[in-house]
């Protein structure tokens, strides 16, 4: 009895067992099916994406395809496509186009178009058009794919305020086209308006030069229209002998948002930041408004500040909102505009003249910044670990390596006991510059990040040198008339300038933190009284605090310092115009 129960029970678990191995084999099969399915549509996208080919028209025509259905055309005149170049870059492949225009027998100019593909198969287009005749022409530039209509979220409809800045004056960009679809295909596209320019250049007698561009005119004439069967976004190039006509525009192989809402929260951004947002870009750079203290002078000066190359908003928007093809496409572009500027074995370097700093220091293009180069580095770094590229988070070490040799140069105002690193230096130097509290804290702390991501000597060497000479100028910082900080200590060892809001007060938090990780030994009493009468400054003036700042506050046992009427504002970025004049 007891062995025919075991008969059946057997046979049951045999038959479960083999209903299970079916059953796995059954779904194996069907996963199988779809993943090949898959695979071969996503082989069939990346194919429509990756299509590239180039045809012209004598008569005017299709310039080049970008993908399955969408190509870019430009009619009226001639195009003879005279060279074609290919170019690899960091994720990204450059294809440079450069057609000769002509009206019969009349040359008009050239239009070199510059299509990056990024390692996803979003392409950006920069268009630039170099007119030779005295009379204005416009090259009428299209985007078109076969389509049954077309749809557009326009960004230039808002109401633009564009108010004068003391250190900029007033900023005449205003902001991109809009985002438009192609009903029935999965492209979008984002398209900029048309910037009219020129070029000045001041140059020296050892060859260096300065360089900024004059705005002439922005012309917002970008327009989408169904034509018969093609849905066509028109974006017309404008220009006469002399000028620089230039747009872009970046066609996703995909939606380049997750909700209209994310599309319109980075038009608004880029409205509320105007001054340093990437709206006028080219193949080479973004180019956002300058001060008027440049060499060559305009009051419409514009240039690549290389500060402004950086897409931290980009990256921002990656890490803290997930994926979307437009914030990757232009974190990419930023990358490259960044790797291309960079000299072996240098920093990036500003490439037009403030005169402020010539007159006061004797300082002209090139220099160094190392207050922009600090970021430029971090950003990097961070694009590098959510990218995984090895050769950007290596950008950190470069930095390092670059501040750890600033005393073998004698970039450096010593102290008592330590040393602090000059805020800018060029080969024109005839005086040592300034350097601010709020960018020695930070040249430390990434020194000291650096260790703790390489234990170089060198690094911590020159890291402690800096903490000797805050500590040794201590309470020097602390304005007797306010019990604000001063903004910076000058070559000659006088203090002077207005300090940021809270900047400097959270480095100091973020400083503390680090000694005590690294359990490094520090004066807490020199610390703590600087830490009191910048709150006793921020409390009598009402300056508002972010949750950020009070949270560390709090965390270093300081948090009762600030009064209950102290206003908080998460939002406030806090980086007022300071007294000191400004190299952006």
Excluded: C
């Amino acid at each position: 009895m007891k062995r025919a129960k075991y008969i059946v029970f057997s046979s049951i678990a045999l038959a479960l067992i083999v209903l299970t191995f079916v059953i796995k084999y059954e779904a194996d099969q069907e996963y199988a099916k779809k993943l090949a399915a898959n695979q071969e549509q996503e082989s069939a996208t990346a194919k429509d994406n990756a299509e590239l080919d180039v045809k012209v028209n004598p008569a005017g025509g299709v310039l080049f395809h970008l993908g399955k259905d969408v190509y870019v055309r430009a009619a009226s005149y001639e195009y003879e496509l005279e060279q074609q170049q290919t170019i690899e870059k960091s994720h990204a492949t450059d294809t440079i186009l450069t057609f000769n225009v002509r009206d019969h027998e009349q040359a008009l100019g050239t239009l070199t178009t510059t299509i990056r593909q990024i390692d996803r198969g979003d392409k950006l287009v920069f268009a630039e058009f170099l007119s030779v005749t005295q009379e204005p022409v416009t090259i009428p530039l299209q985007l078109v794919s076969n389509s049954s209509d077309v749809s557009e979220l326009r960004f230039d409809d808002i109401e633009f305020v564009r108010e004068h800045d003391n250190t900029f004056g007033v900023n005449e960009t205003t902001n991109l086209a809009g985002l438009f679809r192609f009903e029935g295909r999965a492209y979008e596209v984002i398209a900029s308006q048309n910037f009219i320019s020129r070029e000045l250049v001041k140059e020296y007698e050892d060859g260096d030069k300065s360089v900024v561009r004059e705005l002439i005119e922005e012309q917002r004439h970008v327009v989408a229209e169904q034509r018969g069967e093609q849905s066509v976004v028109a974006m017309p190039l404008t220009g006469a002998a002399g000028q620089i006509s230039e747009s872009w525009f970046l066609v996703g192989a995909n939606a380049l948002f997750n909700n209209d809402a994310d599309a319109l929260y980075y038009r608004d951004y880029s409205e509320i930041y105007h001054i340093r947002s990437q709206m006028w870009l080219n193949a080479t750079g973004a180019y956002t408004k300058l001060p008027w203290s440049i060499e060559p002078g305009t009051s419409k000066g514009y240039g690549r500040n290389v500060l402004h190359q950086r897409g931290k908003i980009y990256l921002d928007e990656l890490v803290s909102n997930g994926d979307t093809r437009f914030h990757y496409s232009m974190l990419m572009n930023s990358i490259n505009y960044l790797l291309d500027r960079k000299v072996e074995g240098q920093l990036w370097e500003t490439e037009y003249t403030s005169t402020w700093l010539k007159n006061d220091y004797g300082i002209r293009a090139p220099y160094t910044d190392t207050r922009h180069n600090e970021n430029i580095a971090l950003f990097l770094t961070d694009a590098g670990d959510y990218l995984g590229d090895e050769m950007l988070q290596n950008m950190y070490f470069e930095y390092a390596d670059y501040l750890s040799n600033q005393v073998n140069i004698d970039n450096v105002l010593a102290t008592e006991n330590g040393y602090f690193i000059l805020d800018y230096y060029g080969d024109t130097l005839t005086k040592k510059t300034h350097v601010s509290l709020n960018h020695a804290l930070g040249e430390m702390n990434f020194l000291l990040q650096a260790y703790g991501r390489e234990p170089n000597q060198r690094y911590m060497n020159t890291a402690i040198a800096i903490k000797q000479a805050i500590e040794d100028t201590g309470l020097q910082w602390v304005r007797e008339d306010t019990s604000d900080f001063w903004y910076q200590i000058n070559g000659d060892y006088t203090f002077s300038g207005r300090d940021y809001e809270i900047l400097t007060l959270g480095d100091i938090l973020n400083t503390l933190t680090i000694y005590k990780n690294l359990g490094l030994k520090y004066d807490p009493v020199l610390y703590a009284t600087m830490i009191g009468h910048k709150v006793g400054y921020i409390n009598l003036t009402g300056i508002p605090v972010t949750n950020a700042l009070e949270n560390a506050l709090k965390h270093h046992g300081f948090g009762f310092l600030l009064t209950p009427e102290t206003e908080r504002d998460d939002n406030s970025e806090n980086e007022p115009a300071k007294s000191a004049p400004q190299a952006s």
